[in-house]
């Protein structure tokens, strides 16, 4: 074996395995698929919650379904509900 031989079995050894994008974009997509999934199947505690909060809002304030609004929003993994309400002049 020469020189220029034993160098190119070195950087071969340190070479990364060429990998077809069509295999990685297949990983990367069974990724989101799996994550999406995971997420459908937790149970939404928020529209309860919502709707709880409204019949206990009304129990005590004559106040119209119209002057409540409710924002639900997600990011990063939490939610946040928004719960705006224009009470009436007393």
């Known amino acids: 074996m020469n020189i220029q031989q034993g160098i190119t079995r070195v950087l071969h050894y340190f070479q990364r395995p060429v990998r077809k994008s069509s295999s990685i974009a297949r990983e990367r997509l069974q990724i989101i ?3 999406e999934r995971r997420e459908q199947d937790r149970p939404d505690y928020l529209a ?3 709707k709880e909060l409204l ?3 009304a129990k005590y304030v004559a106040v119209d379904r119209e002057d409540i609004k409710i924002d639900l929003e997600r990011k ?4 946040i509900l ?9």
């Open 33 to 35: 698929i799996a994550h």
């Open 48 to 50: 309860l919650l919502q």
């Open 55 to 57: 019949d206990v809002i």
């Open 76 to 79: 990063e993994g939490c939610s």
């Open 82 to 90: 928004e719960l705006n309400i224009t009470l009436p002049d007393v």
